[in-house]
């Protein structure tokens, strides 16, 4: 099985739907807590093996009791100059991990919102798989060569957005608009508002960067 990685963003506490996507995901090796995003693995009651940000809104008693139970804080500067998830994707890399799962409530400053899908394309993120619960929504970062199976309703959502000048050779299967070693440019929503015909649905990319959103039906 790959090194999985749940890593929980500070901000917003997510949603209960949310929240039981996490609880739901098995094997997890690892689990980092950026800045608050503690106080949410703490909810879940899930040990958490990492702490890291500048601990500007994580409450210090929460803090404590995390730190006497084994997890290891990693304090920054507030002079920094990356976000505090950024830093919790980077440990993840360093410690092996293959595959990440950042849990999250989106909404919150715009500003945070576009930093943390720019986090996601990391260059030495290259290697794992990325994906985000954002609400009831998955995000999953592609940087080519790259290919991930996604289950699916019929009918739900899957939108893809270039995150590069030009992303390359994509090819799709169970969607009702099909790609076949086609290109995205960073300006075009060709790829927005595809439906998914199967229950199982492929995306791959040979070269760039591609953003893959998947929207259940139900939302």
């Known amino acids: 099985m790959p090194n999985t990685t749940l890593i929980?963003?500070?901000?917003?506490?997510?949603?209960?739907?949310t929240l039981n996507h996490a609880?739901?995901?098995?094997?997890?090796?690892?689990?980092?807590?950026?800045?608050?995003g503690l106080h949410t693995a703490q909810k879940l009651n899930m040990h958490v093996d990492f702490v890291i940000g500048d601990f500007d809104?994580?409450?210090?008693?929460?803090?404590?009791?995390a730190t006497s139970a084994?997890?290891?804080?990693?304090?920054?500067?507030?002079?920094?100059?990356?976000?505090?998830?950024?830093?919790?994707?980077?440990?993840?890399?360093?410690?092996n991990s293959q595959h990440i799962v950042i849990v999250t409530a989106g909404g919150g400053r715009l500003d945070h919102q576009f930093g943390f899908v720019a986090a996601m394309f990391n260059p030495r993120l290259r290697d794992c798989k990325?994906?985000?619960?954002?609400?009831?929504?998955?995000?999953?970062?592609?940087?080519?060569?790259?290919t991930r199976e996604i289950a699916t309703q019929v009918g739900d959502t899957i939108g893809l957005q270039s995150f590069s000048n030009k992303s390359e050779k994509?090819?799709?299967?169970?969607?009702?608009?099909?790609?076949?070693?086609?290109?995205?440019?960073?300006?075009?929503?060709?790829?927005?508002s595809n439906v998914a015909t199967k229950e199982r649905v492929s995306v791959s990319i040979e070269l760039g960067q591609l953003l893959v959103v998947h929207q259940p039906k139900s939302s």
């Open 170 to 192: 994509i090819s799709t299967t169970g969607l009702h608009w099909q790609l076949t070693n086609e290109s995205l440019n960073n300006f075009e929503t060709r790829g927005v």
């Open 130 to 146: 990325v994906e985000a619960l954002w609400h009831n929504n998955r995000l999953f970062a592609l940087q080519g060569p790259a």
């Open 57 to 65: 809104s994580v409450d210090e008693s929460a803090l404590a009791r």
């Open 23 to 36: 609880r739901a995901i098995q094997n997890v090796n690892l689990v980092i807590a950026a800045d608050s």
């Open 8 to 17: 929980f963003s500070g901000g917003l506490t997510p949603s209960d739907i």
């Open 70 to 95: 084994q997890t290891q804080a990693i304090r920054h500067s507030t002079d920094k100059d990356f976000t505090d998830l950024e830093s919790a994707l980077l440990l993840a890399v360093d410690k």
